[in-house]
C-alpha cells in the first residue's frame, strides 16, 4: 500500500487518509465484535505503512527535496483554482452524475461507463451489507474481511474522479471483486443469468462498436495510446539510446532522436557548455540532454504550464536567461517558447521538423552560442 501511495502521492493522499479514517472509525465502532486477529492484522498492515513511508522521507529530507515534494502535493488544489474552481460539493455532484447518469444516458456511444457504475454501485451495496451483517453478529470474520477491502475500493473513488478509462481501469474496476459477490449471493439462478447476460452484453459492445472511445470527453489518453499501435509493424527499435531501448518508433522519430544527440557532440567539441534546458512538451527530449539539467520539471507546457513553474521553479526563465548572457546553455525549444528569451547573442537555432500528422509542419528549434557548430 506505501508503494503504491508513493507512484502517485498527489491523489493517493487523499485516497490513504480517508481508508485510515474510515477504518480508524469502523474499529471504534465495531471494536468488541471484531476478532482480533483482524485488529492484529490492520495493525501490522499501519506498521508497515509507516515504516516504509518514514524510509521514503528520510531519504527526500537527506536529499534536500522535502520542500519540492510539499509543493508536489499541492497541484491539485493548485490546477482546480487556475482551471475549475471546484468546491468539494461540486465535485460530488460531478461525479456522482458520472456514477448514476452519464453511462446510462450515453450508453450508445460510450457503454464502457456502465460497467465502471456498476462495479462502483455494487461497492456502495456491499458496504452497507457488510455493516448490517456485523451489526447483527452475522458471519463476522468473513463480513469484517469484506468490508476492510471494499473500503479501500470505496477510498477508490478519489482517484477514479480524475476520470478517463486509465485512470477507472486501474481502480475503480476492483468493483469487480464487490459485483462479483454480489452475484454469488443471488439466490435464483434466472437473476444470476440476466446479469452475467447484461455484463457480458456490454463488454462485447463496447470491444466490438467503441472501443476507442474516439469521441469521449472523458476517455483520458485511451484514443492517443490507441494510435500509437497504428502502423506498429512499420516501427522499429534502436539501440543507440539508453533510456529509450524497449521503445518502438518509426524512423522519422529516431533521425530526431540522432540529430538532437550529434548536435551535442558536435558543439561539445568546440564548447564548453554547463547547461541545458527543454522548452517543448515532450519530456524525451529532456532525457536526451546530456548537460546539467536547471528546470525540475522536464517539460514546459506554454500557456497552463506557468501554473506549475510559478509554484514549482519561479525563477527558470530569469535562470535560463542568465547562463545565455553567459553563453553556457543548450536550448531545445518549440511552439515560440524562445520568444519568452533573449537569444541575441546566440547562433541561428537548428530547425529539425516533429513527426506528427498535422496539415502545418512543426518543428523544435536547438540553440547554442555562436562559433560552437563548426
Not at 480508524?24 to 509507516?50: C, S, W
Not at 483554482?81 to 465535485?91: G, P, Q, R, T, V
Not at 534502436?238 to 540522432?258: H, I, R, T
Given at each position: 500500500?506505501?508503494?503504491?501511495?508513493?507512484?502517485?502521492?498527489?491523489i493517493f493522499n487523499f485516497i490513504i487518509v480517508f481508508y485510515f479514517i474510515l477504518i480508524i472509525l469502523f474499529l471504534i465502532l465495531f471494536r468488541k465484535k471484531l476478532d482480533k486477529e483482524i485488529i492484529f492484522r490492520l495493525k501490522n498492515i499501519f506498521i508497515g505503512f509507516t515504516f516504509v513511508l518514514s524510509l521514503y522521507f528520510l531519504y527526500i529530507y537527506n536529499q534536500n527535496l522535502f520542500d519540492i515534494w510539499f509543493v508536489y502535493q499541492k497541484l491539485p488544489f493548485i490546477f482546480n483554482n487556475a482551471l475549475e474552481n471546484y468546491s468539494a460539493f461540486d465535485f460530488i455532484i460531478k461525479y456522482a452524475n458520472f456514477v448514476f447518469l452519464y453511462p446510462y444516458k450515453n450508453f450508445i456511444l460510450e457503454p464502457q461507463w456502465s460497467?465502471?457504475?456498476m462495479f462502483i454501485i455494487s461497492n456502495f451495496i456491499l458496504i452497507g451489507l457488510n455493516i448490517k451483517n456485523l451489526y447483527k453478529k452475522n458471519e463476522i470474520k468473513i463480513n469484517s474481511e469484506l468490508?476492510?477491502?471494499?473500503?479501500?475500493?470505496?477510498?477508490?473513488?478519489?482517484y477514479g474522479q480524475v476520470l478517463g478509462l486509465e485512470k477507472l481501469a486501474t481502480t475503480m474496476s476492483l468493483g469487480a471483486i464487490s459485483l462479483s459477490i454480489l452475484i454469488i449471493k443471488i439466490?435464483?439462478?434466472?437473476t444470476k443469468i440476466i446479469i452475467n447476460f447484461v455484463i457480458l452484453f456490454i463488454s462485447f459492445y463496447s470491444l466490438l462498436f467503441t472501443f476507442d472511445l474516439k469521441d469521449s470527453k472523458i476517455s483520458g489518453m485511451r484514443y492517443v495510446h490507441l494510435k500509437e499501435l497504428i502502423n506498429k509493424d512499420q516501427k522499429i527499435k534502436n539501440?543507440?539510446?539508453?533510456?529509450?531501448?524497449?521503445?518502438?518508433?518509426?524512423?522519422?522519430?529516431?533521425?530526431?532522436?540522432?540529430?538532437?544527440?550529434?548536435?551535442?557532440?558536435?558543439?561539445?567539441?568546440?564548447?564548453?557548455?554547463?547547461?541545458g534546458a527543454n522548452l517543448t512538451v515532450d519530456n524525451f527530449f529532456h532525457s536526451l540532454i546530456k548537460y546539467k539539467k536547471l528546470q525540475v520539471i522536464p517539460f514546459f507546457?506554454?500557456?497552463?504550464?506557468?501554473?506549475?513553474?510559478?509554484?514549482?521553479?519561479?525563477?527558470?526563465?530569469?535562470?535560463?536567461?542568465?547562463?545565455?548572457?553567459?553563453?553556457?546553455?543548450?536550448?531545445?525549444?518549440?511552439?515560440?517558447?524562445?520568444?519568452?528569451?533573449?537569444?541575441?547573442?546566440?547562433?541561428?537555432?537548428?530547425?529539425?521538423?516533429?513527426?506528427?500528422?498535422?496539415?502545418?509542419?512543426?518543428?523544435?528549434?536547438?540553440?547554442?552560442?555562436?562559433?560552437?557548430?563548426?
Amino acid at each position: 500500500m506505501a508503494l503504491a501511495y508513493l507512484c502517485l502521492t498527489t491523489i493517493f493522499n487523499f485516497i490513504i487518509v480517508f481508508y485510515f479514517i474510515l477504518i480508524i472509525l469502523f474499529l471504534i465502532l465495531f471494536r468488541k465484535k471484531l476478532d482480533k486477529e483482524i485488529i492484529f492484522r490492520l495493525k501490522n498492515i499501519f506498521i508497515g505503512f509507516t515504516f516504509v513511508l518514514s524510509l521514503y522521507f528520510l531519504y527526500i529530507y537527506n536529499q534536500n527535496l522535502f520542500d519540492i515534494w510539499f509543493v508536489y502535493q499541492k497541484l491539485p488544489f493548485i490546477f482546480n483554482n487556475a482551471l475549475e474552481n471546484y468546491s468539494a460539493f461540486d465535485f460530488i455532484i460531478k461525479y456522482a452524475n458520472f456514477v448514476f447518469l452519464y453511462p446510462y444516458k450515453n450508453f450508445i456511444l460510450e457503454p464502457q461507463w456502465s460497467l465502471y457504475s456498476m462495479f462502483i454501485i455494487s461497492n456502495f451495496i456491499l458496504i452497507g451489507l457488510n455493516i448490517k451483517n456485523l451489526y447483527k453478529k452475522n458471519e463476522i470474520k468473513i463480513n469484517s474481511e469484506l468490508l476492510f477491502i471494499n473500503i479501500y475500493i470505496f477510498s477508490l473513488n478519489f482517484y477514479g474522479q480524475v476520470l478517463g478509462l486509465e485512470k477507472l481501469a486501474t481502480t475503480m474496476s476492483l468493483g469487480a471483486i464487490s459485483l462479483s459477490i454480489l452475484i454469488i449471493k443471488i439466490k435464483s439462478k434466472d437473476t444470476k443469468i440476466i446479469i452475467n447476460f447484461v455484463i457480458l452484453f456490454i463488454s462485447f459492445y463496447s470491444l466490438l462498436f467503441t472501443f476507442d472511445l474516439k469521441d469521449s470527453k472523458i476517455s483520458g489518453m485511451r484514443y492517443v495510446h490507441l494510435k500509437e499501435l497504428i502502423n506498429k509493424d512499420q516501427k522499429i527499435k534502436n539501440d543507440n539510446f539508453k533510456y529509450f531501448s524497449v521503445q518502438k518508433w518509426n524512423k522519422k522519430k529516431w533521425d530526431l532522436l540522432n540529430n538532437i544527440t550529434k548536435t551535442q557532440s558536435k558543439i561539445n567539441r568546440n564548447c564548453n557548455i554547463e547547461f541545458g534546458a527543454n522548452l517543448t512538451v515532450d519530456n524525451f527530449f529532456h532525457s536526451l540532454i546530456k548537460y546539467k539539467k536547471l528546470q525540475v520539471i522536464p517539460f514546459f507546457f506554454k500557456h497552463t504550464g506557468s501554473i506549475l513553474r510559478d509554484y514549482i521553479e519561479p525563477k527558470l526563465i530569469t535562470n535560463i536567461q542568465n547562463e545565455i548572457n553567459k553563453n553556457n546553455i543548450f536550448i531545445i525549444t518549440s511552439e515560440g517558447n524562445d520568444k519568452l528569451l533573449n537569444l541575441e547573442n546566440y547562433d541561428h537555432p537548428l530547425l529539425f521538423e516533429l513527426d506528427n500528422k498535422k496539415i502545418i509542419k512543426e518543428y523544435i528549434k536547438i540553440y547554442f552560442p555562436k562559433n560552437c557548430y563548426r
